[in-house]
């Protein structure tokens, strides 16, 4: 919903969960913002239990912040409450669940 003053204003928790088609593994997603391609895109991603991100990269910067759940990368374990920026162009490894995450994921336009 938009308003008067430019504000968007959604309620997340009554968004449809859809598939994400344009994500490199399976997963579902809630847009909360899509300026169009190359621009800001802020979007909840959910996989599910024992789900996975192929790996791949990005042109611009993009920051994570786990919801809930928790994914691993590389060894590392990312838990619910950890906030993740990964810079333009980096290249990013092959992520996986084994209980299930929903990461909040805030993709900054690209320059």
């Not at 899509?34 to 990005?58: E, K, M, N, Y």
Request: aromatic share 8%; net charge negative; with cysteine.
């Amino acid at each position: 919903m938009s308003t008067e003053t430019g504000t968007d204003t959604v309620y997340a928790p009554d968004m449809a969960w859809e598939p994400a088609l344009d994500f490199p593994g399976t997963a579902e997603t809630k847009i909360l913002r899509d300026d169009g391609p190359g621009q800001a895109r802020t979007a909840f991603i959910s996989l599910h239990a024992g789900g996975h991100v192929t790996p791949h990269a990005h042109l611009g910067t993009v920051q994570h912040y786990v919801v809930e759940g928790e994914y691993e990368s590389e060894g590392t374990i990312y838990a619910a409450g950890t906030y993740r920026r990964l810079p333009p162009h980096a290249n990013v490894p092959e992520m996986t669940t084994q209980n299930g995450v929903t990461v909040l994921m805030i993709y900054d336009p690209v320059c």
